[in-house]
């Protein structure tokens, strides 16, 4: 069977609006903190935390990179909390989404960040896992904590080979 192929491109909060929100404080004005001390890019993205006893979390995680060539063989989703990526260095990685086609998931969409950018997925928005191109990064991740089925995957019946 041939490649199903996709291929990445930049990611923009306009193109990615339907997924969730772009972490990046470029074109954006900072407002002063701490007597001037700091700059502060407010609220760059809303995290969800869904049901009962739910709370927002906050973790690090260290992610192996990619390996290439880039292929995507499954998606999950998180439809009780939104999920945020957020690099701790200026490396690009990979984002993919699907968009939802009656509870299952759509033809992916690839990105690459540009250096200091991250993601925060809306719940219940398909996407491929951390996927750092060329070497290991390392991520703030926001998400939720809480009771209740917080994670579905489904996998593609042949994966999709994605072009940067």
């Not at 193109?15 to 404080?25: L, Y």
């Not at 390996?67 to 957020?86: C, N, W």
Request: aromatic share 8%; glycine share 10%; proline share 9%.
């Amino acid at each position: 069977m041939p490649d199903r192929v996709i291929t990445a491109r930049p990611l923009t909060r306009e193109a990615f609006a339907e997924f969730g929100a772009v972490i990046d404080r470029n074109g954006l004005v900072p407002r002063p903190m701490n007597g001037d001390r700091a700059l502060r890019y407010h609220a760059l993205a809303t995290a969800q935390a869904l049901g009962e006893g739910a709370e927002v979390v906050l973790s690090l995680v260290d992610s192996k990179p990619a390996p290439a060539p880039f292929r995507l063989a499954f998606v999950e989703r998180h439809p009780l909390g939104s999920q945020a990526f957020i690099p701790l260095s200026d490396a690009s990685f990979l984002v993919t989404v699907c968009p939802d086609r009656d509870g299952r998931p759509g033809e992916p969409l690839a990105f690459v960040t540009a250096p200091g950018q991250g993601v925060n997925y809306r719940a219940g928005t398909w996407h491929g896992v951390l996927a750092p191109i060329g070497s290991a990064q390392s991520f703030l991740v926001v998400d939720r904590e809480g009771g209740g089925l917080n994670l579905e995957e489904s996998v593609f019946d042949a994966p999709w080979r994605i072009d940067l």
